[in-house]
């Protein structure tokens, strides 16, 4: 297989519609192990519109450039309640690769 898969982890805001089945948001991601590019991605928000959102947003992303642009990115574009759980989820996600790398090379 020449994929990883791996989840990053945030706490939600209260007063939001995910609230109610998570007390946490996990972005998901997929990512091609020889040129760490996220192949696909998706998150626990509860639109499949925010879903796709995200999906769009990493997809194509080369973990080799970090996480600082995405970021961003999620910060400017998102502007639903969950952004700064998206933004704080994205970095545990960077992190939790970037272990994986130090540990598999």
């Known amino acids: 297989m020449n994929t990883v898969f791996i989840a990053g982890h945030a706490r939600l805001p ?3 519609a995910a609230k109610s089945i998570y007390e946490t948001l ?17 998150c626990t928000l509860a639109t499949e519109h925010g879903r796709h959102f995200v999906h769009q947003l990493l997809r194509g992303h080369s973990l080799h ?3 600082d642009e995405p970021a961003a ?26 272990h994986y790398r130090e540990n598999h090379h």
């Open 26 to 42: 996990t972005i998901t991601a997929e990512i091609d192990k020889k040129y760490s590019v996220v192949v696909a991605a998706n």
């Open 65 to 67: 450039d970090g996480i």
């Open 73 to 98: 990115i999620m910060k400017e574009h998102y502007l639903g309640k969950a952004g700064n759980a998206l933004v704080s989820a994205l970095y545990d996600l960077y992190r939790q690769y970037e």
């Open 14 to 16: 209260s007063g939001m």
